[in-house]
C-alpha cells in the first residue's frame, strides 16, 4: 500500500453552512405549483409530440448522398401520394432528414403500403438509416403499458417508502416524485420533444432516482429524530437537509456529467432520452430538498419512536 | 467493518478473476474465441439490432382467415362423410363458427349423426389433464338439421398449430435469405416475431413473407370453364379470379373447389427459365402421392385444361398434351426472374396457414448501427474519464479506492451480461454509463459518512468503521427503488428499452457488491498498512 500517493480530496460542497432550506420551502413551494399548473395547462393545450410508438403510423430517417438534403424537393415528392400529413424535418446533420407519416386508415397493411410508397418516391438518392412502422393495435398496445408502468412504478415506490418509514415520508415522497414528472412532461410539451417510449423510461429511470435521493435525506432525517428529540422539527429538517448536502449534490453533479456527455456525444437517436434523464436529475435533486422533506415540517413527524403517541406538528415554518 | 478474513479475501479476489474470465471473449472475435479449450466460457455480448444493424418485424397471423378455411374445410368433411353413409342433404350452409346441415330424410338423422359424430375429437391436451374436452359439438336442430360448431379450445389448439407451422415456415424463409442468426419467436396467442441482424434489403423479406403461398391445382368446369362473369358456387364448383399478373387478367374461372394435388405434395420448386420462350418459370416436382393423384388426373382429362391457383388466383389453365405421370412439371404465370425466385422459396418453404401481417416494423441501417457505437463509445470514454477526475479530485486516495472498485463493477456488469448472453443496446450503453455514474453514490454515501464522523472527533479507523456501517442502510434503501422502476421498464418494454433496464438492473447490484467488497478490502488494506506508523492516522479522504 506504500506505493500508493496519499492525498487528501477538495471538499466541494462545505458542511454544516446551514443554508436556510426551510425559508426558502415557502417560496419554493410557491414555484413548484405554478410549475406544476403550467405543466398541465400546456400539456392540455399544446399536448405531447407523440412519437410512432404511441400514435402510430411511419417514422424514416434518410441521409442525403448528396451534400445536403434538399427538403423542399423531399416535401414536392412525398406531399402528392394522399397520405395525410408528412413531417419532413431536419435531423441532426445537414444530410439527414426526418420523415413522419401520421397513421393511415386501414390498419397494419395500410402503414406498409404508405411506407412503400414514401420509399419509391424518395427514390435511389437518399439512404435508409432507420424505419419504424407501428401498427394501430401495437400503439394502443404501448400507449396503455406506458402508463400502467408510470403509475405502477409510483405506486410501489409509495409502498416501499411508507414499508421503510413513517407514512408522512410516503407522501412527501410521492408528491416529490409527481412534481418531478409533471414538470418534467411540462417541458416536453412546451419544447415540443418528442415523446415515446424510450422518453417513458427515462421517465422511470428519473422516478427511481429522486426517490433515492428521497430516501437519503429521509433516512438521516429519521436518525435526527431519534437523536434530537427536543429540537424544533423545521430546524432538524434543516439541519438534515444540509448534512445530506454534499451526498446529494455530489451524486448528481456524476450522474449529470456523464449524461453531458451522452447528450453531446450520443448521437442523435438518444438525444431526447438523455435529455429528459438530466433535466429530470436537476428537478428531481430540486424536489427532494426543497419539497419532499420541507413537506415533512407540514405533515408533522413522530418525535419519539419508543412508541408513545405524536407530537403536535410544529406550528411555524422559519 | 474493516475486517476481512483471508477466506472473504480470497473469494472476492476469485470473483472478480470470474469476471474477467467470463468478460474475456468480448475482446476477441469470434473465431479466435471458438479455438479456446472448452471449459473456458466463449459468450460475447450480444450487439442489438440497433447497434447492428437489422430487422425487428413484428407479424400477426389473420385468425379469420384461418377460421374462415377451417370452416370451409369442416364442410367439405361433412358432405364427404354423409356421401359416405349415403345419406342425401338438402343443402349445407356456413354458420359464425360452424356449419348447418340439412339432410333430405328425417329418418336418416340418428345415422347422420353417428356419421358426423366421428368428426368429433378429443383434443391433444385432454389426453394430459383428462378431462372430456372435444374439437367439435354436434348438435340436432330441428327434425332435419344438424349444427356442428368448433368449440373454443378446439379453436384455440388449431390457432395454435398453425401459429407452430407458420413460425417453421417463416425460418425457412428467413433462411432463404441468409443471414446470420435470426430470431424467430412466437409473441403472445398471434404473433411472430423476426429478427434479422444485418439485413440490408428489408423489401425482400417482408414480399417473401408477405405471401401465403398456396398453391393447388383444380379441375376445370367442362363447359363454363372461363368466363368474363363470376358464376355463383354450385355443385362443388366456385368462381376464381385469373392472377394480376396473368394474360387473362379480368376473366373469371369456374373450378372444382377441392383441389386435385396441393402444394403440401410438393417436394421440389425451383426457378429457371422455359426453352422455348424464355420465360422466368417454376419447375416442380411432387411426392409420390401428389404424382400419383396427378398422374391419375391427367390420364383421365387429356385435350381438357387444367387451373394452376396460387394464393387462390389461377396463374394459368393450359390444356393437359398427355398423361404426366413423373409427377414434375412447370409453372408459367408472368414472372420476372426475381418474381420466380420468390416464389419458388416461398413454394419450397411450405404455404403460411393464413397471411401475415406486419403489425411493427423497426429497421436499423448499418451505417446507423456503426455511427451509434462510435457515438456511444465516445461518449462513455469523455464521461467515465470526468467522472474519474471528479472522484479522484474531490476524494483523494480513497477517491483511487473508488475508482477501483468502478472499474471492478464495469468488468462484473460485462461479465454477467456476457454469461446470460443478453444484448446490449444503445439505449443498454447509456444505461451502461449511468449506472457507471450512479455506483458513485455507494461510495459517496460512505465517504461523506466517514468525513462527518471525522469532523465529530471520531479517531481514523472508527470514523471509516461507523461511515461503512452505517451508510449500508441507506445504500440498500436507494438502490433498491431504483432497481423497482428497472424491473417495471423490463416489464413494459420491448428491445432498446429492455436493454436499458437490464443494463441499470445489473449494474445495481454489483455497484452494492462492489461498493461492500472490493472498495472496502482496499481500505482496510490501507488501514492495516497504515498501523504501526504514527499514532494518529490521516485519512486521504
Redesign the interface.
Known sequence: MNFIPQFKGRQLFLPKNELPIMAFSRMAFFASMVAMVASIVLWSSMGLNFGVDFKGGSMIEVRAKAERANIADLRAKTGGLGLGDVQITSFGTPQDVLIRIEEQPGGAPAQQAALKKITDAIGDSYEQRRVEVVGPAVSSELRTTGIIAVLCSIIAIILYVWFRFEWQFAIGAVVALVHDVLITIGVFSLFQFEFDLSTVAALLTILGYSVNDTVVVSDRIRENLRKYKRMELPALLNMSINETLSRTLMTSLTTLIVLVALYVLGGEVIRNFTFAMMFGIIIGTYSSIFIAAPLLSFLGVKRDWSGIAKEAPAATTT | MLYFSPAKIISIVAVLLAAVIFALPNLFDKETVASWPDWMPKKQLQLGL?LRGGAHL?L?MDTKELRENMLDNLREDVRAKLREAKIGTVGTGLTSDGVRVRIARPDDMEAALKALGELSQPLTTSFLTGSDARNLEVAQQGSQGIILRLTEAGLRQRVTDAMGGAIETVRRRVDAVGTTEPTIARQGEERILVQVPGIDD??QL?DLLGKTAKLSFHEVHPSQGRSAERLPSRNGYVAFPAADGSDERGTWYYLKKVPVVAGDDLVEANPGFDQRTQEAIISFRFNQSGARKFGRFTSQNVNRPFAIVLDNKVLSAPNILEPILGGSGQISGGFTADTANQLAIQLKSGALPAKL?????????P??GA??IE??R???I???T??VA???????????FAIVGLIANALLIVAIMSAIGSTLT??GI?GL??T???A??AN??IY?RI??EL?NGKTAVNAIDAGFGRAM??IL??????????V??F???SG??RG??VT?SIGIFTSIFTAVTVVRLLVA??V???RGKARHI?V??
Do not use: C
Open positions: 440497433d413484428l400477426t428489408t423489401q417482408k401481417t406486419i403489425e411493427e416494423e423497426r429497421t436499423v441501417g451505417s446507423l455511427d451509434s457515438s456511444g465516445l461518449a462513455g469523455v464521461g467515465i470526468a467522472t471528479l472522484i479522484i479530485f474531490v476524494y483523494g486516495t480513497f477517491g483511487l444503445l439505449p447509456a454509463i449511468l457507471i455514474g450512479m458513485v453514490d459517496v454515501l461523506e468525513r462527518e469532523r442502510v441507506t434503501d436507494s438502490q433498491l427503488t431504483t432497481f423497482a422502476a428497472a417495471i421498464m416489464w413494459l418494454g432498446p428499452i436499458f433496464a441499470l488494506l490501507w492495516r498498512s497504515q490521516e486521504p479522504l
